[in-house]
């Protein structure tokens, strides 16, 4: 009985520090998304909750990083959840060509992407990283980039991403190289 009450309070702790480390992120990328519009902390106060810039960091928010509608109408000062859901949703189906704020916000985070990229063939690493393993994580890292050249190449509707660009933009976003984490000694070596 009290190994399952320290189980609950060990879940309930876990739960707590991930929500931290999520609101944490929540606000990293907000402070990203107002300094790439030129705007301050002072202004969410100061201006209405439907304005433009407002609703198309907002949007950002929900789109790329998934934040709950609560969170974004407090620390964005917009009001109840229904109304940024519905001021979201009122700028999505808008079909503004001229808005501005929404292009700058797309093409910053078209450039950061790639910072993310190299999280699914990092996470391998820490678990096969360990002795061995090292031509089986290159293969791996080899694999990636051929499918991220190709799923690039079907995006151009210019040249298509042969090699020699592609490598080009390898040096600018590289991919993390793997490397042995775990590092265990063989039978054999060990007997020296």
Partial sequence: MLEDLQDDV????????????????WERATVDLLSRLNRSD????????????K???????RERYLVPNVWIGRR??????STV??????HRTANKQNDKIWETLQKHEKLGWWRYS???VTAPYGYYGITGNIRSLNRLRHEVQKHWRKWLGRRTRGRPMNWNRFNGLLVNYPLIPPKIVHSYKTPSESMI
């Fill in 85 to 90: 859901q519905s001021l979201v949703s009122r």
């Fill in 42 to 53: 002072s202004e969410l106060d100061d201006s209405p909750k439907g304005v433009v810039w």
């Fill in 55 to 61: 609703v198309a960091i907002a949007r950002m928010l």
């Fill in 76 to 81: 964005l000062v917009m009001g109840q959840t």
């Fill in 10 to 25: 060990a879940c309930r702790v876990s739960e707590s520090e991930a929500a931290e480390m999520r609101e944490s992120r």
């Fill in 118 to 120: 190299s999280d699914p």
